[in-house]
């Protein structure tokens, strides 16, 4: 496996994460935000981008799950659910990426049968050319194009999250 080529550089990961926590600050102001991970390939970006954030900050973590391998099951699976009660409060689900959107739509309509007040959706990937629905994130870090990738939480079999920059697997 190569993992030589970088397509993400650390200084452009952190530019974005800036630049998206100054859009959801603005957005936000002084209203309470519940900041929710998506595990595992969040952490990173998640950790990172509500050091930026000003408002008073909830966070929670959620583990989901939708696929068999590389194939949607149609069902999602919820292997850890949040501790947080959501009802009547504005809601912030942050991703790694999002490709299908499958697992993510099932997620957000999960999430807004618990009665937020608001709830949107940020990724620090979007990968909009393997969609298969009409998901589109709030909150938009940097769009991708179809490359396999790995670092900052994107993972390969489980490796590789600890990379600073995104590479290409090759």
Request: net charge negative; proline share 3%; with cysteine.
């Given at each position: 496996?190569?993992?030589?080529?970088?397509m993400?550089?650390?200084e452009?990961?952190a530019?974005?994460?800036?630049?998206v926590?100054?859009?959801?600050?603005?957005?936000?102001?002084?209203?309470e935000?519940?900041?929710?991970?998506?595990?595992?390939?969040?952490f990173?970006f998640?950790?990172?981008?509500?050091?930026?954030l000003?408002m008073?900050v909830?966070?929670d973590f959620?583990q989901?799950?939708s696929?068999?391998?590389?194939t949607?099951?149609g069902?999602?699976?919820?292997?850890?659910?949040?501790?947080?009660?959501?009802?009547?409060?504005?809601?912030?689900?942050?991703?790694?990426?999002?490709d299908?959107g499958?697992?993510l739509?099932?997620?957000?309509e999960?999430?807004?049968?618990?009665?937020?007040?608001?709830?949107?959706?940020?990724?620090?990937?979007?990968?909009?050319?393997?969609r298969?629905n009409?998901?589109?994130?709030?909150?938009?870090?940097?769009t991708?194009?179809?490359?396999?990738?790995?670092?900052?939480?994107l993972?390969?079999?489980?490796?590789y999250?600890?990379?600073?920059?995104?590479?290409?697997?090759r």
């Amino acid at each position: 496996m190569d993992l030589s080529e970088i397509m993400i550089s650390k200084e452009e990961i952190a530019s974005m994460v800036t630049r998206v926590a100054g859009e959801i600050n603005k957005d936000y102001k002084d209203e309470e935000l519940v900041v929710i991970g998506i595990l595992t390939g969040a952490f990173v970006f998640t950790a990172d981008l509500v050091r930026e954030l000003d408002m008073p900050v909830i966070i929670d973590f959620m583990q989901v799950k939708s696929y068999q391998g590389t194939t949607s099951t149609g069902t999602l699976t919820i292997k850890r659910d949040i501790s947080t009660d959501i009802k009547d409060k504005h809601v912030l689900i942050v991703e790694d990426i999002i490709d299908t959107g499958n697992t993510l739509k099932a997620l957000k309509e999960l999430l807004l049968s618990r009665g937020p007040k608001s709830l949107k959706i940020c990724t620090a990937f979007d990968k909009p050319s393997r969609r298969v629905n009409d998901l589109t994130p709030d909150y938009n870090g940097i769009t991708v194009p179809d490359e396999f990738i790995v670092g900052y939480g994107l993972d390969f079999d489980g490796a590789y999250r600890n990379l600073k920059e995104v590479r290409i697997v090759r």
